[in-house]
Structure formats: structure tokens, C-alpha cells
């Protein structure tokens, strides 16, 4: 049997503290993966890979910012 897995969106935590120490943080709380936020054509997939990858995390989606939250909002 598979077992569950736990995930949270980055959005929420959005200049709290440095992104590494987010993830350091919901690894210790159990996470297995993050949904990572940002616009497609402004974000390095690869650099935000292996960050994910050092703590241990996988990427299971990536939310587009539209509005206030993008710069082109």
C-alpha cells in the first residue's frame, strides 16, 4: 500500500523567511513536496529544482501569479 503523501503550497509562506529555511522547515514537519508560485517565463525551473531536491522535497505543481501578487498585475 502506497503511502499518503503531504504537500503545501510556498504562496503561503511568500516573504516570511529565505526560501531554504521554509524548506528545511516543512521537511522536518513531514512535507514530501511543495507547489512552488511564480510566472512561468520568470522563474529558473532548474534552480528551483535542485533547491527542492537538497531538502529532500519534491515539486508537485507550480502556481502562476496574477494581480497583485505579479509584478505585471
Not at 499518503?4 to 516573504?15: D, G
Request: glycine share 10%; with cysteine; hydrophobic share 35%.
Amino acid at each position: 500500500m502506497m503511502g499518503f503523501k503531504y504537500s503545501i503550497t510556498l504562496q503561503s509562506f511568500r516573504k516570511i523567511e529565505s526560501i531554504e529555511k521554509t524548506l528545511a522547515r516543512l521537511k522536518e514537519q513531514g512535507y514530501d513536496a511543495v507547489e512552488m508560485f511564480g510566472e512561468p517565463d520568470q522563474t529558473d525551473f532548474k534552480k528551483i529544482k535542485e533547491t527542492t531536491e537538497s531538502h529532500g522535497l519534491l515539486i508537485c505543481g507550480i502556481t502562476g501569479m496574477w494581480g497583485r501578487a505579479s509584478k505585471d498585475g
